[in-house]
């Protein structure tokens, strides 16, 4: 006879005011294959903790955002965010897809050019960029996006010296009525620094002003505020031309569109409330298009979308450690996920799903990282299936930023494998090794030897 | 150990207990549990059972079973008198 | 001639002492002229007393929390419906509009008909846009602004001074008369409802709600106003009396035309010293005082259930003045096998 699947005894007292179990089943249909996929066969294959990412959403997340903008749009360009995820399997999805590059620091610029990407297709951004970064986006036609005057003063410097014209763009911050106004990065609208630098580089001679950026925030859950955005830069340029008879070639509205995860303190789950790529593209083309360009002036419209556009891509398959009660007799359950693999847990209520079926009850559980570190909580109250030792689980929505800003801390960083749009696995960046930490090591001749 | 003797067990896991007016809700696995510390049955027997019906181990089931014992103990629905 | 039987399924069950509307919203149902109803329940925690109101209410379903997800709430909807055959869905509760709202086009494709606001509507009057909303449409609104940490409270006495009100985002609001307490209100309601708080200037003066229908064309079907006679510790109106007032019937006219409102709505208003009113809120859906609305003359919720079903539905025109409600408690015995039976198969 076939044993039955088990599952731990539980009891739970009924309580007023205690949320009803019934209509959960469809959060918690167990996620036993990613893109046909098994992920037991994944976590015996490539082990676990593990990165998946699915090149079938990719290919259909960018699409769709390219289908909302074009359609409304006649001159529209992606540059993909090496710093959401710059593996370069990643990168080169994008690339395939026609996206451009967008860097922000020279370590970046380096694996895209190194990627393939033409240097004319680079977008160079970030308040740090060395003079002999600069030197090289110059010498390659890149297009600079100035943060700073500093910034703008060293590229004139450079230009006595080569012979090539920089193009160039300055970034733009500004108040869009959201919270908190990122004013950190590049000239300020309202104040007037953003129409004084544009004047600098338009008196100089020495640069081609070719376009004007803006970011306006991060996770942005008001499309409005894009909108004001537009509209602010639509002014700027056409102040331009006024000026200076010259027609810049586009706007760059950055990136910050939210994807479909859930903020931490949100009542309703991220997928259901978060604008759509319709929303976002609705807001920003329709500001463009009834600004007063003339209607064959009409800028290109580039967007440097990270998040939105990967984050549904990227799965982290953890395993269950332990199962233990706080001294309160609260149940928690250990992963082997910590917060060194997924960064993002710091704000978003990441959704998990068991990677094997269970039945309808649940326990309200925390689930803590395997860190050694108070600090490593996944989820502080999630109502969880019943989860055994051994387990999997799958977090989804991970794909943004964790691959970039992880750490290799206290232990080493797992797999990644990529599944092509034929369901086949591909490891796109092997796990780390002990050497590939203590190689870079140097140890000092007087402290080789010891005694204990 | 034994089972509070007042108390009522439905065929849905729902329990009640009338001596403090708690309601409870229990999964499957757990009734068959109470069930069969109702019958007195021994902890080497319940376990033989389980270990036969379902895909565990040995140690996890221990470890499952004293967690769900020092529950129902905390609700108070284990009769601790007749131990002494 | 026998009337047509419409199966319609309500929320807002919890007919305590802070009540959602459910339960009047049913017994208006039942005392509809143009139809006779089923009713089925829809119920979010087990001691929600509808559930066990047998002769109003026919059966009684869990339903999963906003939370959850429109994923989880349709996948449950699809299991009630394909043992009800529901007709209307009337949801009343705010935190729940959202999800129903983002169905409505499945749910109709199911034929299931709702008749709630659109989204639009929905969003610019959430209370965190209620200045923008005031000055689009005229009307008067008290000073307002959202905030996203305690912080900010401290920047908050150029515009404003104490007492100030602080509010959640769907529900809860506590006047505060200093920094201390609005540190407070803002940690206790932001845990519970999200952020951005709101805080509203304090309008001294008399509270006046007004209810009513509009038809999504511009036309207000109904409008009932009512002066709270008795606020219970919660600030709900434990009695209340119909009254007659012109301005108040005209700011709702025009609130209902400027807007198109789609649905039933409740305006907060404010009679401020300068005897001008005040909005303070508005609620998108049907009030929990709507019973006194179905007394003096005017079935707001039977004339919504024909406007969902498409009927072409004749305006109210006049209501009684000088009704009065009063609200009771009622004690109900009810057997444990009951609430074993909606706790553990969500179902009664």
């Known amino acids: 006879m076939e044993k039955l699947r088990y599952e731990r005894p539980v009891i739970k007292k009924l309580e007023a005011g205690m949320p009803n179990k019934f209509g959960l089943r469809t959060e918690y249909t167990p996620m036993t294959h990613i893109d046909g996929v098994a992920v037991k066969d994944l976590v015996k294959d490539y082990g676990s903790p593990l990165y998946v990412i699915s090149e079938t959403t990719i290919r259909s997340t960018i699409n769709k955002a390219k289908k909302a903008f074009t359609t409304r749009y006649p001159k529209v360009q992606f540059a993909w965010s090496y710093k959401t995820n710059y593996l370069n399997a990643v990168c080169n999805v994008f690339h395939q897809e026609g996206s451009w590059a967008e860097v922000v620091s020279g370590f970046e610029y380096e694996k895209a050019l190194r990627n393939g990407v033409d240097g004319k297709k680079i977008i160079f951004n970030g308040p740090d960029k060395s003079e002999a970064d600069l030197r090289k986006a110059i010498e390659n036609e890149s297009l600079i996006h100035i943060d700073h005057l500093d910034e703008l003063y060293t590229i004139l410097e450079i230009t006595e010296t080569i012979d090539k014209r920089p193009k160039v763009a300055i970034r733009v911050n500004m108040d869009t009525g959201t919270y ?5 990065f590049g000239f300020n609208y309202e104040n007037g620094q953003a129409w004084d630098a544009l004047n600098k580089i338009m008196r100089s001679g020495k640069l081609e002003l070719v376009g004007l950026h803006c970011h306006i925030g991060t996770f942005m859950l ?7 955005a537009a509209g602010k830069l639509a002014d700027l340029a056409i102040g331009i031309e006024q000026k200076y008879n010259h027609c810049i070639k586009y706007i760059d509205m950055g990136g910050g569109f939210a994807s479909k995860n859930t903020l931490k303190g949100s009542y309703l789950p991220g997928s259901d409330t978060n604008p759509t790529f319709d929303d976002f593209a609705e807001a920003i083309t329709t500001a463009l298009i009834n600004s007063n360009f003339k209607n064959n002036e009409l800028p290109t419209l580039i967007l440097e979308t990270g998040r939105a556009l990967i984050d549904e891509a990227g799965y982290l398959i953890g395993s269950v450690i332990a199962n233990k009660r706080t001294s309160l007799g609260k149940r928690t359950t250990i992963i082997d996920v910590g917060v060194n693999l997924l960064f993002t847990a710091f704000w978003y209520e990441h959704k998990m799903t068991p990677a094997q079926p269970f039945t309808h009850y649940t326990e309200t559980s925390q689930v803590f990282g395997p860190l050694c570190m108070n600090i490593d909580v ?8 019943l989860l055994n030792k051994g387990d999997q689980v799958v977090i989804s929505t991970i794909g943004a930023y964790n691959m970039t800003q992880w750490m290799q801390f206290i232990t080493l960083r797992p797999n990644i494998v990529m599944i092509d749009t034929e369901e086949k696995v591909h490891l796109v960046r092997e796990n780390e090794k002990l050497e590939s930490i203590t190689d870079l090591e140097k140890m000092p001749e007087h402290l080789k030897k010891f005694d204990l | 150990m034994k089972i509070n003797k007042n108390i009522a067990i439905s065929d849905t896991g729902f329990v009640f207990n009338p001596l403090n007016g708690e309601s409870y809700s229990i999964n499957p696995i757990g009734i068959e549990i109470i069930n069969m510390m109702k019958e007195d049955k021994s902890f080497e027997d319940i376990t033989h059972t389980m270990l036969t019906k379902y895909t565990v181990e040995d140690a996890t089931f221990e470890k499952d079973y004293f967690d769900f014992i020092g529950i129902l103990k905390h609700h108070n629905l284990i009769d601790t008198n007749e131990q002494a | 001639m026998s009337k047509r039987k419409v199966t319609i399924a309500v929320s807002g069950l919890n007919a305590i002492d802070s009540p959602g509307p459910g339960v009047a919203v049913i017994r208006a149902l039942r005392e509809a002229k143009s139809f006779d109803v089923k009713i089925i329940g829809l119920s979010y925690e087990s001691l929600e007393p ?9 059966k009684t379903y869990h339903i999963p929390y906003p939370t959850a997800g429109t994923d989880s709430l349709l996948s449950r909807m699809e299991y009630i419906h394909s043992i009800e055959k529901i007709d209307v ?10 999800s129903f709202m983002k169905l409505e086009d499945t749910f109709k494709a199911m034929g299931i008909h709702m008749f709630l606001p659109t989204l639009k509507q929905f969003e610019e009057r959430h209370k965190v846009n209620l200045p923008e909303f005031g000055k689009k449409y005229d009307i008067k609104v008290p000073f307002s602004r959202n905030i996203f940490s305690t912080q900010e409270i401290f920047t908050l006495t150029d515009d404003f001074e104490f007492p100030m009100v602080i509010k959640g985002k769907y529900y809860d609001a506590s006047i505060a008369y200093n920094f201390e307490q609005a540190k407070s209100y803002f940690n206790k309601i932001s845990a519970k409802w999200g952020l951005p708080i709101v805080v509203q200037q304090f309008v001294h003066g008399t509270e006046y709600n007004i209810t009513g229908l509009g038809d999504g064309n511009g036309n207000t079907i109904a409008a009932v106003p009512m ?10 109106a434990w009695g209340g009396i119909s009254i007659e007032d012109k301005k108040m019937i005209d700011l709702t006219h025009k609130f209902v035309s400027q807007t198109k409102w789609r649905g039933g709505f409740e305006l907060e208003l404010m009679k401020g010293q300068d005897n001008e009113f005040y909005l303070l809120e508005i609620n998108p859906r049907i009030p929990a005082w709507i019973y006194l609305a179905v007394g003096v003359g005017q079935n707001i919720p039977e004339s919504l259930v024909n406007l969902a079903l498409g009927e072409k539905v004749e305006p109210y025109t006049s209501y ?3 009704k009065m409600f009063i609200r009771y408690a009622w004690d109900m015995i009810v057997d444990i096998e009951e609430f074993q039976q909606i706790s553990t198969i969500g179902e009664l």
Do not use: C
Request: hydrophobic fraction near 40%; aromatic fraction near 12%; glycine fraction near 6%.
């Open chain 3, 89 to 98: 869905i009337i949801p009343n509760f705010d935190a729940e509009l959202y």
């Open chain 1, 222 to 228: 008001a499309a409005s505020a894009y909108a004001i």
């Open chain 1, 378 to 385: 996944i989820r502080e109250n999630i109502d969880l299936p």
């Open chain 3, 50 to 58: 509808g559930i066990y109101m047998h002769n109003i209410i026919d």
């Open chain 3, 227 to 236: 002066r709270k006679q008795y606020i219970t510790d919660k600030g709900k």
């Open chain 1, 180 to 184: 908190p106004v990122w004013d950190r």
């Open chain 3, 320 to 322: 009684d003045v000088g």
